[in-house]
């Protein structure tokens, strides 16, 4: 451990700092998923920085007391919200009461050039803020599209051990982890380019520690037939980090998850595609729209009026 992560964090050991699986029982594991086939480097410790212990237990308790949320039909409202809008209908949202929320800072929803503009104060602990709606809808058909994806544009980077993370999680997940910390969430974090999925240490060296500087573009997609997660830089892809997760795909309604951790402040603007054409340009037939709200075979209608995630989460008890 470096002098900087003992001094920022005495008392842990990993950047993540806990066990990989924190599922509430058994059957709520996910079927066998693999690394990338590249020969990449195992990461025991983060590179820069460590989460704290008392933090990795909270996470921990949480995943073990809040069971994940099933996959859900939209709400008509949010339906119409979509055909209306397209992909501008995705915005970026605090976590909710239950999940917790670390975040320091403002998000800027709703801007002309159709991006969401995220700025986090310098003191911003770990923290990860959602999409409001999935990006990739378990009851709904991908009506013959490959994938999703969407990309975040860099415009101030926080300085090693601040980062910021792009990713996709399942919920509840816990608002003060990074994605790719805890279930079902994977992440490539900027500080050192490590990936992670269900990976509380060091990461996944991918393809190797590189500059994340200002204007630079991180892109994030999935492939439905294999479970492929992979990351973009620029519009290059970065190759495939892993495979077979999130599947069986029906049972899993997935959100975008972007993490932010200080020293020092960042900014960012979110694009699921109502902003520019994506860097990566096969990406722009992987937009959220045309997927998400469409039933099996239909015009997009949703069979029943059952409530979103957003939707239904103030019917939840807070549970202190």
Request: charged share 20%.
């Amino acid at each position: 451990m470096s002098w900087l992560k003992a001094a920022l964090h005495p008392s842990s050991k990993s950047k993540g700092k806990g066990p990989a699986h924190d599922y509430q029982n058994p059957s709520d594991a996910l079927p066998s998923w693999n690394p990338s086939p590249f020969d990449e480097q195992i990461r025991p410790e983060g590179r820069y920085a460590d989460a704290t212990d008392q933090d990795c237990e909270s996470a921990k308790h949480f995943c073990l007391k809040h069971p994940l949320a099933p996959p859900r039909l939209l709400s008509s409202e949010a339906i119409e919200r979509i055909r209306a809008q397209g992909c501008g209908a995705w915005e970026l949202e605090l976590p909710t009461v239950v999940e917790g929320r670390s975040f320091k800072g403002t998000i800027h929803n709703g801007h002309k050039s159709g991006v969401i503009r995220v700025v986090s104060k310098c003191d911003c602990p770990d923290s990860c803020i959602f999409s409001n709606l999935p990006i990739l809808a378990g009851l709904y058909d991908p009506r013959g599209k490959d994938g999703v994806y969407y990309e975040v544009k860099m415009i101030r980077v926080p300085p090693q051990p601040g980062s910021i993370a792009i990713g996709m999680a399942c919920r509840p997940y816990p608002g003060w982890r990074m994605p790719g910390w805890n279930r079902l969430s994977a992440g490539f974090h900027t500080d050192d380019c490590s990936t992670f999925f269900e990976d509380p240490d060091g990461g996944r060296a991918y393809v190797g520690e590189f500059a994340i500087k200002s204007g630079h573009v991180i892109g994030i997609g999935y492939r439905f037939a294999t479970g492929e997660v992979f990351w973009t830089h620029n519009g290059r892809p970065l190759g495939t980090a892993f495979t077979g997760v999130f599947m069986p795909r029906e049972q899993h309604d997935v959100y975008a998850a972007i993490g932010v951790t200080g020293p020092g402040e960042a900014e960012f603007e979110a694009n699921f595609g109502a902003g520019w054409d994506f860097e990566w340009k096969e990406g722009n037939n992987w937009k959220v729209q045309g997927h998400v709200g469409m039933s099996p075979g239909g015009s997009g209608e949703a069979d029943d009026d059952l409530p979103s995630y957003t939707d239904s989460r103030n019917d939840r008890p807070v549970l202190n």
